[in-house]
C-alpha cells in the first residue's frame, strides 16, 4: 500500500500540530521516512531519537506507535514494527521515524545482537533483540550490519526495513 510521498521534511521535529497525513512518506538518499502520531504508553519512557515504535491495535490510527513494548494501559503490537524515532516527541506529538535504509541514529538493542541477525521487537522500552533468520517468530524491522556495542547499534550500522 502506497502512502504519499511529501517534498520535504525536517525529520528531527516534533509538531503539537498534524502538518502532513499519518502515513505520509519522505524519500531522502535511498531511505523512506513515515510521518506518525506518538503515544507515550504508561508514560515511563523517555524516548530518544532511535528507538523503536511498534503500531497500536485496530481501535488506534494505523500510524500511532510507541516505544513501550510492555505498556500495560494501551494495546501494543511487538509484530506491528513501524520504525525507528528520528527525535524526541512528546506524548501526543507527531513526529518522523525511519521505515527503510541505513540507520541514521544509533539504535537501542538488548546487547545481544550479531551481524547478520534479523532485528525484532522485545518487550524491553523502544529496544530490538536480533535472531537468526531461521528462528523468525514475528515482523522484522531490519538487519544487523555488524554486532551491537553494549546496548546499541551505532549510525549506520543496520539496514532498516519495516514493512
Known amino acids: 500500500m502506497g502512502y504519499r510521498l511529501v517534498a520535504n521534511a525536517d525529520l528531527t521535529k516534533t509538531n503539537v500540530?498534524?502538518?502532513?497525513?499519518l502515513g505520509a512518506e519522505f524519500e531522502d538518499n535511498g531511505s523512506i521516512f513515515r510521518y506518525i502520531r506518538h503515544?507515550?504508553?504508561d508514560g515511563s519512557v523517555t524516548v530518544v531519537a532511535g528507538m523503536a515504535a511498534w503500531g497500536l491495535d485496530g481501535s488506534y490510527s494505523p500510524f500511532e506507535g510507541t516505544p513501550d513494548g510492555d505498556s500495560s494501559s494501551i494495546p501494543v503490537l511487538l509484530n506491528r514494527p513501524l520504525g525507528f524515532y528520528m527525535s524526541v516527541p512528546a506524548d501526543g506529538e507527531y513526529c518522523w521515524v525511519q521505515k527503510k535504509?541505513?540507520?541514521r541514529n544509533a539504535?537501542?538493542?538488548?546487547?545481544?545482537v550479531a551481524q547478520g541477525e534479523l532485528l525484532i521487537g522485545t518487550t524491553g522500552d523502544g529496544i530490538v533483540g536480533g535472531v537468526a533468520a531461521n528462528a523468525v517468530?514475528?515482523?522484522t524491522m531490519?538487519?544487523?550490519l555488524e554486532d551491537d556495542s553494549g546496548t546499541a547499534l551505532a549510525a549506520g550500522s543496520a539496514f532498516i526495513n519495516c514493512p
Open 137 to 139: 517468530t514475528q515482523s
Open 142 to 144: 531490519g538487519e544487523a
Open 101 to 103: 535504509g541505513k540507520s
Open 39 to 41: 503515544n507515550a504508553g
Open 17 to 21: 500540530k498534524q502538518w502532513f497525513n
Open 107 to 112: 539504535m537501542i538493542t538488548d546487547n545481544g
